[in-house]
């Protein structure tokens, strides 16, 4: 799970999805409004996508986050 910083957004970090993609891994990109709701709301929203995500594969997850993206986490 890739988790952008502040004033970006999820294409930022296309480049690395691709690299992390072609490296056999499901990357997936969260996205967040860094100037309409607040980290502790986005870490919210974060952990409904992540249980809905871990229901659907027995996969394990992984995190990355940018900036802001490391205190959503």
């Not at 296309?14 to 690299?19: F, Q, S, V």
């Not at 996508?49 to 871990?54: E, G, V, Y």
């Not at 229901?55 to 986490?73: M, N, T």
């Amino acid at each position: 799970m890739l988790v952008h910083g502040l004033w970006w957004g999820r294409p930022s970090m296309a480049p690395l999805r691709r690299r992390a993609r072609a490296r056999g891994y499901d990357a997936r990109v969260f996205h967040y409004h860094t100037h309409r709701e607040t980290p502790a709301d986005a870490a919210r929203r974060l952990a409904e996508f992540t249980r809905d995500l871990a229901g659907r594969s027995a996969a394990p997850l992984g995190y990355l986050g940018h900036s802001l993206g490391g205190l959503v986490l």
